[in-house]
């Protein structure tokens, strides 16, 4: 069996309760109607079948991303035995070599996460103890926008303790860094390394970027202060990461991280490409300053790109 490195995310739905301020999905995460849950599964059951059958290598992860899954999302027993058959689909593929990790993006920020921790009990059922630790849960953390209900960061952290309690389960937490999370990193409010360890984790730091429903007439700045981030302030975030902690700064805008294919029910399934030489993906437009996508420029206050800013401190040593 050849090993890749190639990983692929699979959308079924957008339907989320946790509204984030900022989510990029914007208005259409609110509700996906039931028939269109099921359409979606079938879907990506015949895709899962079309793109794994027969091929004589191991993909490195699939994924699954939302919206969220396990927060009532799956009231319908019909959308549920059919999640649950497409997740048993890829439980067998890792079993049988052909897919070495299974991500599962959770939020765990309202109620008891019932059926996600059926799943568990499922891919424990179905996957062999060699094959055990490949079971990834990819979570969200953020200060700005996230939490702003009380008790959700609570249940966030609680399901986050008690999962530890499948030792085979490893975590991966992505953070925004907006202008209030580097704020709060840099003045100590946030310590990075305690959270690793309370939580046995790693992070990956990935830009903020606009919702759908943005409106560009409108500084999005101006409506959410504290989410586009100054250059100045991400620069100090960098240097602060880079001195402590070479695994921590190694996270911002990690590519390898990421999924190489994305495939998306909000795009109709076709698929998207992220290019991991040119970091670049196919349906976004290049800088034409830098040729990096224009994803990249997030600042509040500053037109240039937060990559090429990464890049510069990243090399600096070998200057
Ligand atoms: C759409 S969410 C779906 C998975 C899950 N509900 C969660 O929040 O982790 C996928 C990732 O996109 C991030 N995200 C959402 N809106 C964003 C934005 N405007 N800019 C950058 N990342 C965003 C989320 O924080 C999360 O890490
Ligand atoms: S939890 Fe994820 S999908 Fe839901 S609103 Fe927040 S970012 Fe969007």
């Not at 990506?44 to 919206?67: C, N, P, R, V, W």
């Not at 027993?77 to 048993?88: G, I, N, R, S, T």
């Not at 389960?169 to 840099?186: G, P």
């Amino acid at each position: 069996m050849k090993i890749t490195d190639k990983s692929i995310m699979f959308e079924p739905w957008t339907e989320c309760n946790n509204l984030c301020k900022f989510c990029y999905l914007g208005q259409v995460n609110r509700n996906t109607p039931d028939e269109k849950k099921i359409e979606n599964v079938k879907k990506i059951m015949s895709l899962i079948d079309e793109h794994f059958t027969g091929i004589d290598e191991q993909y490195k992860a699939l994924g699954l991303i939302g919206g969220e899954f396990f927060q009532g999302q799956m009231k319908n027993p019909e959308v549920k035995a059919l999640f649950f058959e497409m997740c048993k689909k890829v439980f067998d593929l890792i079993e049988k070599d052909i897919i070495r990790d299974f991500w599962c993006y959770c939020t765990l920020t309202i109620g008891d996460q019932e059926d996600l921790y059926k799943l568990i009990d499922l891919f424990d059922k179905t996957v062999t103890d060699k094959e055990k630790h490949h079971f990834w849960i990819l979570v969200s953390y953020d200060t700005y926008g996230r939490f702003y209900v009380p008790g959700r960061e609570e249940n966030w952290s609680k399901h986050m303790l008690n999962l530890q309690k499948y030792s085979f389960i490893r975590f991966n937490v992505t953070s925004i860094f907006s202008q209030d999370f580097c704020e709060k990193v840099l003045s100590g409010e946030l310590d990075l390394i305690a959270f690793q360890k309370k939580y046995k984790t790693h992070f990956f730091f990935k830009q903020p970027t606009a919702s759908m429903d943005f409106d560009y007439n409108e500084p999005f700045a101006k409506i959410h202060p504290n989410w586009f981030v100054k250059r100045k302030t991400f620069l100090d975030f960098l240097v602060k990461l880079k001195k402590e902690s070479k695994d921590l700064f190694d996270s911002v805008l990690n590519i390898e991280q990421r999924a190489d294919d994305i495939v998306q029910s909000v795009s109709d399934f076709v698929p998207t490409h992220r290019d991991k030489e040119t970091w670049e993906e196919t349906d976004m437009e290049p800088n034409p300053k830098c040729g990096h996508v224009t994803y990249y420029k997030c600042y509040a206050d500053s037109d240039e790109c937060c990559l090429c800013d990464y890049l510069k401190i990243k090399n600096q040593d070998m200057e």
